[in-house]
Antibody, heavy 122, light 111 residues
Framework: QVQLQQWGAGLLKPSETLSLTCNVHGGSLSDYYWTWIRQPPGGGLEWIGEIYRGGGSTNYNPSLKSRVIISLDMFNNQFSLKLTSVTAADTAVYYC???????????????WGQGTLVTVSS | QSALTQPPSVSGSPRQSVTISCTGSSSNIGIYNRVSWYQQAPGTAPKLIIYEVSKRPSGVPDRFSGSKSGNTASLTISGLQAEDEADYYCSSYTSSSILYVFGTGTKVTVL
């Protein structure tokens, strides 16, 4: 059974860098889209971006692209999110998730981490 | 690309059926059969309940069903149960550079 366990700092000041890591238990990083999604308090879900094991290619939400880096650590079976220059608008619960497209196109997110509340406040 | 549009809330009595709509455009739902639905109980992570418009993952009760017509997808919960009370989000793959969009979310209340 695949489980995603995530961690990272929960309180940041404006202009700092958000850094979260997600460890994948019970499965390989191969052949899936490793994804970050966020949810502001009381709000809906927003796709941040993904990284694909094959070639390590990434895709990001254009609204965040200039500030986001998603990376893989194959040795430790984990992937990470960095979001630079955070503001109060970045306050949200951040989730890691596994995207599966069955080798075709258009993934669904079948496994999720527990979520990390990141608050940006001076 | 804008979020997909869902009704803010729907409600029903136990054993009734409720349907949640998810309206997109010809850039997402209208051209791709890559619509998924997620159930989110308070304080928990979303859980996949429907993928590829109408397929159910193992372990999801068959009272959950999905469909699509044109630019609108729908989730139907038949035989509503108290445990179905949660927020529900749709999602679709898109043809734009934002590869995935989510719906605005619908709160289901069991009366």
């Amino acid at each position: 059974q695949v489980q995603l366990q995530q961690w990272g700092a929960g309180l940041l000041k404006p202009s700092e860098t958000l850094s979260l890591t997600c460890n994948v238990h019970g499965g390989s990083l191969s052949d899936y889209y490793w994804t970050w999604i966020r949810q502001p308090p009381g709000g809906g879900l927003e796709w941040i971006g993904e990284i694909y094991r094959g070639g390590g290619s990434t895709n990001y939400n254009p609204s965040l692209k200039s500030r986001v880096i998603i990376s893989l650590d194959m040795f430790n079976n984990q992937f990470s999110l960095k979001l630079t220059s955070v503001t109060a608008a970045d306050t949200a619960v951040y989730y890691c998730a596994r995207g599966d497209d069955f080798g075709d196109y258009g993934a669904h997110f079948d496994y999720w981490g527990q979520g990390t509340l990141v608050t940006v406040s001076s | 690309q804008s979020a997909l549009t869902q009704p803010p809330s729907v409600s029903g009595s136990p054993r009734q059926s409720v349907t949640i709509s998810c309206t997109g455009s010809s850039s997402n739902i209208g051209i791709y059969n890559r619509v998924s639905w997620y159930q989110q109980a308070p304080g928990t992570a979303p859980k996949l309940i429907i993928y590829e418009v109408s397929k159910r993952p193992s372990g999801v009760p068959d009272r959950f069903s999905g469909s699509k017509s044109g630019n609108t997808a729908s989730l139907t919960i038949s035989g509503l149960q108290a445990e179905d009370e949660a927020d529900y989000y749709c999602s679709s793959y898109t043809s734009s550079s934002i590869l995935y969009v989510f719906g605005t979310g619908t709160k289901v209340t069991v009366l």
